[in-house]
């Protein structure tokens, strides 16, 4: 049985973490890496945006810069999300292609099984919902996008654990909605949060999913190396914080 590694550490930027997302599904794909669970932590509020999306059509473009919001094209389809540090859950699982179901559905729902069952465990009645979603019934709470190479796949998922959904509204462009009492409230039916349903820690529900990802695998405590650190911070400087990458130019 080939030994997980289990990264849950490292705050970066937005760029840094989708550099290191690309870094590791390579080194999965040309076979130099064993599996690895990781878990992203912040430095800044953001916004990942989906590969295939327009930049000036997902995000209030004056309202990000005037807050420092780092806008960051992902390497994964699907919509843009709003993250912030300490309010959202974000993983990233990097795995052989063989050992992921062909399917898209079934491939979702199994890589975003031990979240769910956490979730669950902690008195938060979450389900997954098809194609890519996790769910409660007062609306989502996350949702996961997938990168298939020849021999590897990359699997991200964020969750909103206390997400200001106010905030939100303002740099996303939802219907381009007002933030007034009736957007946010419409907003919250759309997106509902972990800690609206469990009194529990980030910390608590993130050391919750590890317990249920390893439970059934061979695994240890790891960190990223140094060549992959270096590798991800030339990747990011080059690539992910670009206007040529992130607004397509």
């Known amino acids: 049985m080939t030994e997980w590694r289990i990264i849950n550490e490292g705050e970066y930027s937005e760029a840094m973490h989708h550099a290191i997302d690309e870094v590791l599904t390579e080194k999965m794909d040309n076979g130099e890496m064993r599996p690895t669970l990781r878990f992203w932590y912040r430095k800044n509020p953001s916004v990942p945006m989906g590969r295939f999306q327009a930049f000036e059509d997902e995000v209030e473009v004056e309202y990000a810069q005037e807050k420092g919001i780092e806008v960051v094209r992902r390497l994964t389809g699907g919509g843009a999300m709003f993250a912030e540090p300490g309010n959202v859950i974000t993983y990233s699982i990097y795995i052989p292609k063989e050992q992921v179901s062909e399917g ?113 695998k061979e695994h ?27 607004k397509k130019l």
Not at 179 to 198: C, F, N
Not at 222 to 242: M, N
């Open 220 to 246: 240890e405590k790891g960190s990223l190396t140094d060549e992959e650190v270096k590798k991800a911070e030339k990747l990011s400087e080059e690539k992910f914080k670009t206007e040529e990458w992130n």
């Open 104 to 216: 898209f559905k079934e491939s979702y729902e199994e890589l975003d099984r031990f979240a769910v069952e956490a979730l669950r465990e902690l008195g938060v009645d979450a389900d997954y919902a098809p194609l890519n979603d996790i769910e409660h019934e007062s609306g989502k709470l996350g949702g996961a996008a997938q990168l298939r190479k020849d021999n590897a796949v990359l699997h991200h998922t964020t969750m909103s654990y206390d997400l200001n959904t106010a905030e939100m509204l303002r740099v996303l462009r939802i219907g381009k909605e007002k933030v007034s009492d009736k957007a946010v409230k419409s907003a919250e039916k759309r997106v509902s949060r972990i800690s609206d349903h469990a009194d529990v820690e980030r910390r608590e529900v993130i050391e919750k999913m590890i317990e249920k990802f390893v439970k059934d």
